[in-house]
């Protein structure tokens, strides 16, 4: 058996880590794999190439995709996924290991559903918010990075006794803004999905300032929904005007870099998973972590939720954060 193997929609760390234990697992005798470059793109483009054990030497620990990723409308077209389905053929692939997100997920579907090619997906991305697993690749490490950067910016939020405004990624996903909030003692929180409610943030202010309390942290997800740190710096400049403020955007730092171990692990047990699943003759899942098992679930059943954040995190931040 032929396994391709591709990277799409936006990257997330651990990509790698799972590359190569796709490629390992499918070292097994009569099977072989193949490396799709730049997503649905390479394969509408012919740029397939085998993979072997020596291509994915020290990755393991490397950010990004030795695949390159991309954003392919193209596919979108079922002219030109014909062109990939004789792409695949020309190189005898029969099963495809897709890492990406929902909208990657629709595309392997299509491939399945119009050429019986069979496909599993691996999800990929540092929102978590694919329904059917409880984490994502990538999530981890986004947080981890994050955090980093905020307990850095608390050493000078204290040193001056500032207001920090801390802007990250999650435009239409509470899932960063929330785990990094309580990981780092924020006095509070601003997510999409919410109306947030403002008087519980201006109250909070308000008590810091009566302790005499003046440097602090608050995470916002970045995004329309929240307006974002400058947004939110606006208005507490306006009621706050003691308190001296600083917005900083984290943006893209937090999909880069080392894969936490976290990332690696899932990685490693999700890429094992989805070849040994191809080589057994099954498509049309998914690779999930669910309750500490990696496990398959329908394709059809995996999709981006816009997932209501949870009020008990958000109550639990303000009371810590306090
Ligand atoms: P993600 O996989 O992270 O959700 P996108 O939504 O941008 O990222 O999708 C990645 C790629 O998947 C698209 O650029 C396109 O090539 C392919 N794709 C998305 N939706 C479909 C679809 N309905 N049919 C075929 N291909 C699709």
Redesign the pocket.
């Known amino acids: 058996m032929r396994i391709g193997i591709l990277t ?3 990257d997330s760390p651990g990509m790698n880590a799972c590359i190569r234990a796709v490629v390992k697992t499918a070292l097994a005798p009569g099977t072989s794999c193949f490396g799709i470059r730049s ?2 793109q390479g394969l509408i483009l012919n740029d397939i190439h085998p993979l072997g054990r020596d291509d994915v030497r020290y990755i393991l620990h490397r950010g990004g995709t030795m695949l390159y990723s991309a ?3 193209d ?2 077209l079922p002219e030109k996924r014909q062109l990939a389905y004789q792409n695949l053929a020309k190189h005898g692939i029969t099963g495809l290991v897709v890492i ?5 997920f ?2 392997a579907q ?1 491939m399945e559903k119009e050429a019986g090619i069979g496909v599993i997906g691996i999800p990929g ?1 540092i929102d978590n918010d694919i329904v059917g697993t409880e984490m994502c690749l990538g999530f981890d490490t986004a947080c981890q990075t994050a955090v980093d950067a905020i307990d850095k910016i608390r050493d000078t939020a204290t040193s001056h006794h500032r207001l920090f405004l801390v802007e990250v990624m999650g435009r239409h996903s509470p899932a960063i803004a929330l785990r990094c909030a309580l990981a780092t003692g924020a006095l509070g929180v601003l997510v999409p999905g919410t109306h947030y409610d403002m008087a519980q943030l201006f109250a909070a202010l308000s008590a810091a300032k009566a302790r005499k309390k003046l440097s602090n942290i608050v995470v916002v997800a970045e995004g329309e929904e929240t307006g974002g740190a400058a947004l939110l710096a606006h208005h507490i400049g306006r009621h706050f005007p003691e308190y001296e403020l600083r917005v900083a955007v984290l943006g893209h730092i937090q999909r880069g870099g080392s894969p936490s171990v976290t990332d690696r692990e899932l990685g490693a047990r999700m890429g094992a998973l989805a070849a040994e699943a191809l080589m057994d003759g099954k498509s049309g899942h998914m690779t999930a972590y669910v309750r500490g098992q990696v496990c398959l679930v329908p394709l059809d059943t995996a999709h ?1 939720s816009k997932p209501a954040p949870n009020q008990d995190w958000i109550d639990l931040i303000a009371k810590l954060g306090a």
């Open positions: 799409s929609g936006g997503g649905f954003r392919c409308p596919f979108m990406g997100g929902d909208g990657s629709a595309g299509a991305t981006t």
